[in-house]
């Protein structure tokens, strides 16, 4: 379930001590063509595989080479300023995050803003991830706060009939408008919040397909 990009992302010396029913959520899928960069995966109740339990990750890479995400609900309990290979990090307090189980001292950042950043990779209108020093220290200049730029350690990988494989298992909801999800406010809660609302989702078509019967035997009778 995890591949590795060697060099992938900026590498640290050292980390110091649904549209459905109406807008309630972006459409989701369990079809492999709908994987694409910019998607986000969101893994099933029963996961095989505990290093993705509860996990939501973001798509920064699909093609031919492997597909790379970033876990988007992992925050821990170290603030960024504790990274010191980087220009702009000394006064931050926000958290960092683990995007996923693969090579924990590389570094990519999600950033929010009107232009890209050096090296930046474009994920939607506004939404770019950033792997590059000079990328990731003009980012950080750049930033007024969390509400622009998130940083994770590692990331998840596959090759892409690995995943294909694990969305025909059942074990990946794919949603759509994956920058909707990127700055969370309250990331901790993310796949709780996303399960309930496919679970929504299923009761609600369920509903409904017994109110169309419901009708058809009626005009039926």
Do not use: H
Not at 39 to 53: G, I, S, T
């Amino acid at each position: 379930m995890v591949r590795m990009f060697r060099g992938y992302g900026f590498a640290l010396r050292a980390v110091a001590g649904m549209a459905v029913m109406g807008s309630l959520v972006c459409a989701q899928s369990r079809k492999t063509e709908d994987l694409a960069v910019g998607k986000v995966l969101v893994m099933e109740r029963q996961a095989p595989d505990p290093n993705f339990a509860d996990s939501v990750i973001l798509l920064i890479r699909f093609d031919s080479d492997g597909v790379v995400g970033l876990m988007l609900n992992r925050g821990i309990d170290v603030p960024m300023s504790r990274i010191n290979d980087l220009k702009g990090t000394k006064d931050r307090s926000d958290p960092l995050y683990v995007g996923g189980p693969v090579e924990l001292d590389s570094v990519t950042a999600l950033v929010r803003t009107s232009s890209s950043p050096p090296g930046g990779i474009r994920l939607a209108a506004d939404l770019y991830a950033v792997q590059t020093k000079s990328g990731l220290e003009a980012a950080l200049k750049g930033s007024k706060g969390p509400e622009d730029i998130r940083v994770y350690l590692g990331y998840c990988g596959w090759t892409i009939r690995q995943l294909q494989n694990e969305v025909k298992l059942g074990s990946w909801y794919i949603f759509d408008r994956g920058e909707t999800f990127a700055f969370d406010t309250t990331p901790s809660t993310l796949w709780q919040r996303l399960i309930d609302r496919i679970g929504l989702k299923v009761a609600y078509g369920i509903r409904t397909i017994g109110v169309v019967e419901n009708t058809l035997l009626s005009a039926l009778s």
